[in-house]
């Protein structure tokens, strides 16, 4: 079996555990949508509705659900050690980082859309550039994903793992976070030019961490 | 298996001079930008924090440079002394961080108005900051020597992309912050020449009392180090 073979296989591996529990893709979608509904309460419908605004809190959302969801699939790991088994698999540690982001990252395209689509129904946005803002979020998701899972895995058995892992991926995830607000929110107000730019910014980032997370995941899986 | 915390690299005699360099370094520095430099057109002589505000950014990002370099190279050989030289540097990259955030605070007060703005090159900083305080956090919670380095070692490759994004925040979005003052790409310092002997003598005198730094607390992590090979034997 060759390692994207390899990687598919975690992948879909974690998409079935997803469809059989489906408890870190619930929490991801509740507590996104719970943060599109607290926006108009906290900014007022007026200001919600900028691009700005709605584009930030879209984002923020976005990642607070992506560290929900993958911190649930470590932990479901972990509670019957079927990482070591993976572990133990011929390639299995190189297939692990790979395949673990290649699913987060289509996990976090659904609730990217239901999100998306409850943000833009809720807060009546017009979109300008539909294409390109799903350009943008597309790789927003993208870019999140790989810098999340290398943090999980780096902190897999740390005993403070829920406060570690938001500690280390914050901060390596202000340039994503700062792209994707932009190159949304100039998507949504018709600037092309600048949602193409942020956009080509995240693809960047999403190819340098994985990159990254290829070359050192496999040494640093205890 | 570790057997040995010896450095790779020959041993050079130089420790004892060390302090003494970066004193004297740090003593000229001082007088050049205090006293020797001139006052700015300007802003006066406000200007002269950045003869601390400069160093003290050149050694953040140098500190982290080498935390990533020894990160390979312990993922690379596994050899201790890399992870000694790489908790080494990112503790004195940590200090040199907050007083990089400090001093630029005490310069943007009399020319912004301000102690803080959310401005992209103070957020990158700040970013930077709490990457690093992760990083020694990290550390601190791993109790396994060989996990802790690893672990330590991947945060330290991935974390070396935001030097990059710190310098370049400037050029790529709205700041009120100046350009690059030295490190000009395709182009000389836009400094006064005696303004840029005194900040190169700065940089210098600090990159020398990093240096001093480093070595004794490398020192004090190989001692850690042989306790631990020790109690294992």
Partial sequence: MSAPQRALLIA????????????????????????????????????AREPDVASGVFWIAILFAAMLMTQRSFDRELEDDAID????????????????????????????????????????????????????VLLGLVALAPVIVVNNVVALRVRARVAVVPILSFPMLVPQLIAASQGSAAALAGDAAVA??????????AFVYAVLGLTIVPAAIE | ???????????????????????????????????????DAVQGDVYRVIYVHVP?????????????LASIGWLWSRRPWFDALAVASAEIGVLFTGLFIVAGSIWAKPTWGVWWTWDPRLV??????????????????????ERRATRAAVVGVIAVVDIPIVHLSVLWM???????????????????ASMGLTLGVSVLAFTFVYVALLVERIDIERHRQARVLETRR
């Avoid at chain 1, 879909?12 to 949508?33: I, N, Q, S, W």
């Avoid at chain 2, 003290?56 to 990533?68: C, E, I, P, R």
């Fill in chain 2, 1 to 39: 298996m570790i057997e040995t915390t010896a450095s790779p690299f020959p041993q050079l005699r130089l420790r004892p001079w060390l302090g003494i360099v970066a004193t004297a370094l740090s003593l000229l520095a001082m007088w050049m930008g205090l006293v020797w430099a001139p006052t």
């Fill in chain 1, 196 to 205: 193409l730019s942020w956009g080509a910014l995240l693809a960047a980032f």
């Fill in chain 2, 124 to 145: 990158t900083t700040a970013v930077m900051f709490v990457m690093y305080v992760g990083y020694l956090l990290l550390r601190g919670l791993s109790t396994d020597f």
């Fill in chain 1, 12 to 47: 879909a591996r974690e998409l079935f555990a997803e469809r059989a529990h489906p408890d870190g893709l619930a929490a991801a979608l509740t507590f996104t949508g719970m943060l599109v509904l607290l926006e108009s309460l906290a900014f007022g419908p007026g200001r």
């Fill in chain 2, 56 to 68: 003290t950014a050149w050694l953040a990002y140098l500190a982290f440079v080498v935390v990533f």
């Fill in chain 2, 174 to 192: 709205n700041s009120v912050h100046q350009l690059p003052t030295v490190a000009r790409i395709g182009a000389g310092p836009a400094l006064d």
């Fill in chain 1, 85 to 136: 088994a993976v572990i133990a698999l011929p390639g299995g540690r190189d297939a692990l980082f790979a395949g673990k982001a290649f699913a987060l990252g289509l996990l976090m395209v659904i609730v990217g859309v239901a999100g998306g689509a409850l943000s833009i129904f809720l807060l009546d946005l017009e979109i300008a550039l539909p294409g390109h803002l799903a350009f943008v």
